[in-house]
């Protein structure tokens, strides 16, 4: 075999006299094995088997593939770095030069020195100091940290002054619960230095599950003729349709576990369940009512416009949830199309098209078997990965001991979300997701729920003056409850600003 040679940058990639093949390629990209050189394919035709009875097996099969070497996997949904801060209590003005910016626990870390922060809502003034410019918010330099409470101490850097040849300005009045955005840090003339960013993402424990059908095909049932014509062709065809509507069921709906097995002549093995996805979902949607087409168009806005935006939405649908979406009253909006398109899977699906992107709808039998009909899940198709320990073969051996053959298929893996835009549609009202880092509800009226408790979380989808003057439609507002002095429930409201901490 040649030996790489060096091209014109240094780097042993020529190889002189070879032919374009996969092994020399590997060679010269260093030694890269064949297997990872080139691009693996799936079974089209265990794709195409039944593949409207199991949409997520299908899309988990033309998911990214990884192979790995455990069926125990630490698997990463990063997201990106949260960039607000909210205020906890009224800063007064000052006329000092800087003063303490009051945030939440989790928020004293996110400012670190010499960044900006860009005070919404808080108008800023003029060169001079002298006039707020309403529309121009406040912007804020951050100098250090509180010894006392670890917050940061911030200066004003379009604050008002007493003269307008003063160097420095002081800082308005911001008010509790105001949202600063964090933006870029900005450094003195000779630094170089400044503090670093270490990410690390937080692993979740994926176990893969080994699943496996059996067929056993006696020599005498084979060689009989039969009254009914029929032969282990068709039993096989039977078999592996029932293999994969179990395992789409286990990819929605099973739960993770790991156990020991005490196994005849081999002694104590692991066994391992696999989370379904259904449980890992960071957004849910606590969906009553009839949908609407505002109602859609707010999904649709969750979905893309999150920090982590997908290119393609996919909602998998149980039965009555495709039913109230087919039957929405598009009366009002004769600018909205719905139409049938093939799209990059192939299946066939239904185009609702809104300003933010498209969502391509399609049923998903398995949330009808599963007791989910009301329900559906809003995919990112680009965001799963399909984590492969063994991958699926088939084999054929002879019965020990008996005239028969076994017939079989074996394949261990699991499938896992990326990200945080997925949303999961709960209409059955019952279960969730203990993981779920943030749960909401559509509301389309302007006085405030009268059953809304702690934490509640409502999306606006029109102006809500019944929680407060300020709340607009396209918002989310979260509930607060607290006991008065006749020990009745009082619901305050506050615009929601949390971001999705995803793990």
């Given at each position: ?18 032919p ?10 260093g030694?890269?094995?064949?297997g ?105 330099f951050?100098?250090g ?17 007493n ?20 933006l ?75 156990f ?16 379904g ?39 998998l649908a149980g ?26 899977i192939?299946?066939?699906?239904t ?11 399609k ?6 078997r599963?007791?989910w ?52 549609i ?78």
């Open positions: 075999m040649s030996t790489p040679t060096m091209g014109s940058a240094g780097a042993n990639t020529q190889v002189p006299g070879a374009a093949a996969v092994s020399s390629a590997a060679n010269a990209t030694g890269i094995d064949a990872n050189f080139v691009e693996t394919d799936i079974d089209d035709e265990l794709f195409r088997f039944n593949s409207d009875d199991t949409p997520l097996m299908n899309l988990m099969l033309k998911a990214k593939r990884v192979k790995v070497n455990s069926p125990e996997i630490e698997h990463y949904m990063i997201d990106e770095a949260r960039c607000q801060l909210i205020t906890t209590q009224d800063m007064q003005h000052s006329q000092q030069m800087q003063a303490v910016l009051p945030v939440r626990a989790c928020d004293q870390a996110l400012a670190r020195p010499y960044s900006t922060l860009l005070v919404k809502g808080v108008p800023g003034y003029d060169e001079s100091g002298s006039l707020p410019t309403p529309g121009k918010d406040l912007m804020l951050t100098v940290y509180d010894p006392t409470t670890n917050n940061p101490v911030v200066r004003a850097v379009n604050g008002p002054k003269s307008p040849a003063d160097e420095f300005c002081g800082i308005p009045e911001i008010p509790q619960g105001t949202e600063c955005v964090i870029a840090n900005s450094l003195y003339e000779t630094q170089k230095e400044v503090d670093p960013d270490l990410i690390v993402p937080q692993p979740t424990k994926v176990y893969l599950q080994k699943r496996g059908m059996n067929q056993v095909v006696s020599d005498y049932f084979e060689s009989q003729k039969k009254r009914i014509p029929f032969s282990k062709a068709i039993i096989a065809e039977q078999a592996i349709a029932n293999f994969k509507v179990r395992g789409n069921r286990t990819l929605w709906a099973g739960r993770a576990g790991k020991k097995m005490n196994v005849p002549k081999m002694g104590m093995q692991y066994v391992y369940c696999t989370e996805l259904r449980w890992q979902f960071k957004r849910e949607l606590q969906h009553e009512g009839a949908w609407t087409v505002e109602r859609i168009i707010a999904l649709a806005k969750m979905f893309f416009t999150g920090e982590d935006v997908p290119k393609t939405a996919l909602l039965k009555n949830l495709l039913e109230q979406i087919q039957c929405i009253d598009f009366s009002r909006h004769p600018e909205i199309q719905i139409t049938t398109k093939t799209n990059s192939g299946w066939t699906v185009n609702f098209h809104t300003v933010f992107g498209d969502i391509e709808i049923r998903e039998p398995t949330l009808d599963l007791g009909s009301n329900s559906g899940a809003l995919i990112g198709e680009n965001r799963l990965v399909h984590y492969v320990y063994s991958a699926e073969h088939s084999f054929s051996d002879r019965v020990e001991g008996e005239e028969a053959t076994r017939n079989g298929i074996l394949i261990w893996d699991a499938v896992a979300l990326k990200g945080g835009c997925h949303i999961w709960d209409g059955e009202g019952a279960a969730t997701t203990e993981d779920a880092t943030m749960r909401f509800r559509m509301w389309d009226k302007t006085t405030a729920p009268e059953n809304a408790g702690e934490g509640d979380i409502y999306y606006l989808t029109c102006d809500c003056p019944g929680i407060s003057a300020e709340a607009r439609i396209g918002q989310l507002w979260c509930a607060h409850s607290t006991k008065g002095p006749d020990l009745k429930t009082i619901i305050t409201w506050e615009e929601y600003k949390g971001e999705i901490s995803v793990e």
